[in-house]
């Protein structure tokens, strides 16, 4: 199961992605406090994908993705923002972002990005520690994983969002 670390210091947005997610066989390990998720990241505690709010305090998400750059490289980081500029997402794009998203978004977006990062993480990566050894061989990396299937409907976030409760986490449908 694919791990993923959803970073946001409000909780309704960890609630709504994280029940989202995990509702697509993902793990996913929400955390409010930026500082926790530096102490994660210090302890290489493996994510697939590090899924961040820039607009936090103490430790906004560029910094985090700065820290999780020098830290665990291969590591995908997809930004969120509701407050995000051009400016910015060229920033975050320069330090190694791999995409950022402006709130609001359907989570669908957010499942996509998610696929395409770990697809290109997984495409990097190769058990051969020649790389060019691929190339010319004419094959390509195949995905360690079976895509996931396509969302066919909207109604399972609507429905986790308007009935929030304690059986939600057995209630899977």
Request: net charge negative; aromatic share 6%; hydrophobic share 30%.
């Amino acid at each position: 199961m694919r791990k993923i670390l959803l970073v946001d210091d409000e909780t309704i947005i960890l609630y709504v992605l994280s029940s989202y997610l995990k509702s697509w066989n993902y793990e996913v390990i929400t955390e409010p406090d930026s500082r926790k998720v530096i102490e994660m990241l210090e302890s290489r505690k493996r994510f697939d994908v590090m899924v961040s709010d820039i607009r936090m305090h103490p430790v906004n998400g560029i910094e985090l993705l700065k820290i999780s750059k020098q830290l665990i490289p291969d590591m995908p980081v997809i930004l969120i923002t509701g407050f995000g500029s051009h400016d910015i997402f060229k920033q975050a794009e320069t330090l190694g972002a791999y995409k950022c998203l402006a709130k609001p978004f359907e989570p669908e977006t957010l499942l996509k990005t998610i696929e395409e990062a770990l697809t290109t993480k997984e495409s990097t990566q190769t058990d051969d520690p020649d790389p060019s050894s691929e190339e010319s061989s004419g094959t390509t990396p195949q995905a360690k994983q079976d895509p996931i299937p396509k969302l066919e409907s909207k109604s399972k976030i609507t429905t986790r969002v308007e009935n929030p409760g304690p059986s939600m986490k057995d209630n899977k449908e």
